[in-house]
């Protein structure tokens, strides 16, 4: 099975900021890695796909890149309402797999 | 536009059977591969089975496999999660999922709770 590792596990950040999130796969998943964004109450929200597609209607403030192992998204400049927790996601093989999630969190 | 509405949660003992529905509409149902996923309370999200568009094949988590049965009636535009043997850590809020073009999630529902609880 494939194991995802996401880092930071907490980022404090300001408004404003360039924050990278970083997503690591056990073994290569090629370019099939999803990112959501998931707010408090909420249920998670498409950002990006294959790795560095982003989903129609997400701003361009948001990015993602990698392949093989090795994933980052990154905000260009932190909005407030940026502040909430991510995850990636494979799906290049089964089981599919989440990371654990970051939490972006206001400094 | 796309809705996915859960239903079929509650309160279940150890050991108990459960039944989820997702009422799919606003997209071509019959095309497209779905997911669950569940999330425990202040947890990460989990995956746990999908199914593809025409019902073929079905692939599972390993926390459930045995346990659990992902199916759908294309003619209802209902997705279902046939839970059996609970235990307390499947205790979560558990999403319906559509997939995009391919299987990443494009869009969830609001989810239905599921508390597993003698």
């Known amino acids: 099975d494939i194991q995802m590792t996401q880092s930071p596990s907490t980022l404090s950040a300001s408004v404003g900021d360039r924050v990278t999130i970083t997503c690591r796969a056990s073994?290569?998943?090629?370019?099939?890695l999803a990112w959501y964004q998931q707010k408090p109450g909420k249920a998670p929200h498409l950002l990006i796909y294959?790795?560095?597609t982003i989903e129609s209607g997400v701003p361009s403030r948001f990015s993602g890149s990698g392949s093989g192992t090795e994933f980052t998204l990154t905000i260009s400049s932190l909005q407030p309402d940026d502040f909430a927790t991510y995850y990636c996601q494979q799906y290049s093989s089964y089981p599919y797999s989440f990371g654990q999630g970051t939490k972006l969190e206001s400094k | 536009q796309v809705q996915l509405v859960e239903s079929g949660g509650g309160v279940v003992q150890p050991g108990g059977s459960l039944r989820l529905s997702c009422a799919a509409s606003g997209f071509a149902f019959s095309s497209r591969a779905m997911h669950w996923v569940r999330q425990a309370p202040g947890k990460g999200l989990e995956w746990l089975a999908f199914i593809r568009s025409d019902g073929s094949r079905q692939y599972y988590a390993n926390s459930v496999t045995g346990r659990f049965t992902i199916s759908r009636d294309n003619s209802k535009n209902t997705l279902y999660l046939q839970m059996t043997t609970l235990r307390a850590e499947d205790t979560a809020l558990y999403y319906c999922?559509?997939?995009?073009?391919?299987?990443?999630?494009?869009?969830w529902g609001r989810g239905t709770l599921v508390t597993v609880s003698s």
């Open positions: 073994q290569t998943i090629h370019s099939w």
């Open positions: 294959k790795a560095s």
């Open positions: 999922a559509k997939c995009g073009t391919t299987p990443y999630v494009d869009s």
